[in-house]
């Protein structure tokens, strides 16, 4: 048997550290059984999936170094590898476990499922559910369709009994099928949900281990029932602890950076990256800290990983990459390496046209340019509150910092009109609220204009600000305490619409 595992990233947002990690760990596996690692994009939900999205994914994972064998842009016998090619699959299954008896379609609206969550949730039961759909006859179906309902197709679950199975990290794992809801596996729309489209693709593309999160472990069941439904044999199961915030939540942009590209930006080396990713539940037996994707992939025993929690943590992730600035490379390696990454005349002439304003000599180019170059500006926290109450401040570096979340196009425009709404719903002057934000993106007073540097320095870098301005306030007692956040968190919604997860 040749071993072939996957990542199955979702195009919907900045490529994830968890998707290296993920990648890391499926491509050691593979490489020490002498197998392939396969790159698949989930792009089922076609809402939120964009093709930037995937292509800053590969990009990522390539400057990472992290190779896959087989995928949508290097091909492979098992294509194609976007979901969205692969509708024809998907049907052909659901038409078999519809036939089977594993599912049926279901007409119920959204207002009866709230409802019956809202009594399921009541009665302190598990949300769940019903089996409502469940024993309409053909000919009931055929009217329903006929006049033009909408529905979907579900899972049907056993109402008792335990579903078990074995996981290579955690042995045998037991749910019992009352926990499992009847899930949704192809939505209105007709396109599969995650569930199907997964165990379709992995049972086609010879997937023979899935070494994926952990959150992932509760909805195995489900694909167990589905495998069998389809009569296939499923895959080996690895569910990995998650990546977490110092904190131990799971990784969070709002609390860490969780874009590759941040450290990118911010100048960590690749190799360092993942080598510190490898060091999240790993370790090599010889308790080596500095290695590389082939060392760990020569003694690579998944058995072996931890099933704590590992904490991703920027500090720690710093002193690797220092030592392998100053163990792993030459001089002139490192200065390649900076001439690759910011310090080239491609960047300095995107800054030139805003800094020219100001220049008085070609030395003066550098301080204005600096913190387009570093992680986060110097500067002391009165200067946030020269024109407004520490608290007012607070309040709008969150409400900007939420804002800019649901901003998809990230360019001057956008981020001005944002600034503008942020004025008009607030009722401040544009003047006053652009004032702290300008110190906290910009480390000063007198700097290049903001909208250019928050499209230059991109959303990560500037979330990373607002974060620091938020803790230097905090520090003060002027920020916002938890209390204060949950009152802002009701009045945002209230003023400009739900936050984004
Ligand atoms: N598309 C899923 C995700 O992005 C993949 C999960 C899996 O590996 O099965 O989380």
Not at 306 to 324: A, H, Q, T, V
Not at 351 to 367: N, V
């Amino acid at each position: 048997m040749t071993v072939r595992t996957r990542i199955a990233p979702s195009p919907t947002g900045a490529p994830h550290v968890g998707t290296a990690y993920m990648a890391l760990f499926n491509l050691a596996f593979a490489k020490k059984h002498g197998g392939k690692m396969i790159l698949r994009i989930e792009d089922t939900d076609q809402s939120r999936s964009s093709k930037k999205s995937e292509d800053a994914i590969l990009s990522s994972l390539n400057w990472l170094g992290l190779h896959w064998d087989e995928g949508p842009d290097c091909g492979g016998d098992f294509g194609p590898y976007r979901q969205s090619e692969r509708l024809n699959l998907y049907k052909e299954a659901i038409k078999k476990l519809v036939d089977a008896g594993y599912a049926y379609p279901c007409f119920c609206t959204a207002e009866r499922l709230t409802e019956l969550r809202k009594k399921q949730v009541e009665n302190k039961e598990t949300p769940r559910y019903d089996g409502h759909c469940l024993n309409l006859s053909e000919e009931e179906i055929e009217k329903k369709i006929k006049a033009g309902e909408k529905y979907v197709y579900r899972l049907k679950v056993p109402d008792d009994g335990v579903c078990r199975f074995n996981d290579e990290l955690r042995g045998d794992v037991q749910f019992d099928w009352k926990q499992i809801d009847h899930q949704i596996i192809q939505k209105s729309d007709g396109f599969p949900t995650y569930h199907l489209a997964s165990i379709v693709d992995d049972h086609h593309m010879g997937i023979t281990h899935v070494i994926r999160g952990e959150e992932w472990i509760n909805s195995t069941p489900k694909h167990i029932l589905l495998y069998e439904g389809l009569g296939w044999e499923p895959p080996v199961f690895a569910h990995l602890p998650l990546l977490r915030n110092p904190d131990k939540s799971k990784l969070s942009k709002r609390k860490n950076p969780t874009s590759i590209d941040y450290y990118k930006d911010v100048g960590f080396l690749p190799e360092a990256v993942v080598n510190y990713l490898g060091m999240m539940g790993y370790t090599l037996p010889d308790q080596r800290e500095i290695f590389d994707i082939n060392e760990m992939s020569e003694s690579f025993d998944i058995k072996r990983m931890s099933l704590g929690g590992p904490i991703f943590d920027i500090k720690k992730l710093k002193w690797l990459n220092g030592r392998y600035l100053r163990e792993k490379l030459t001089p002139e390696e490192i200065l390649q390496r900076m001439i690759e990454w910011k310090a080239n005349p491609d960047f300095f002439a995107k800054i030139l046209p805003f800094a020219l304003k100001r220049l008085e000599t070609l030395s003066d180019f550098f301080p204005l340019a600096q913190f387009l170059l570093n992680e986060t500006p110097e500067y002391s926290p009165e200067s946030l509150t020269e024109k407004m109450e520490g608290g007012d401040v607070a309040k709008l570096l969150k409400i900007a910092e939420w804002e800019m979340e649901k901003t998809s196009k990230w360019n001057r425009d956008e981020l001005s009109s944002l600034f503008q709404r942020i004025a008009e719903v607030e009722e401040i002057k544009l003047k006053q609220i652009l004032s702290p934000f300008f110190t906290a993106i910009t480390g000063s007073n007198v700097s290049l204009p903001l909208f250019d540097s928050l499209e230059l320095l991109g959303p990560d870098l500037v979330r990373t600000r607002i974060r620091n301005a938020l803790e230097k306030l905090s520090k003060e007692g002027v920020g916002l305490s938890k209390k204060g956040l949950k009152k802002l968190e009701k009045e945002y919604i209230h003023k400009y619409g739900n936050l984004i997860d």
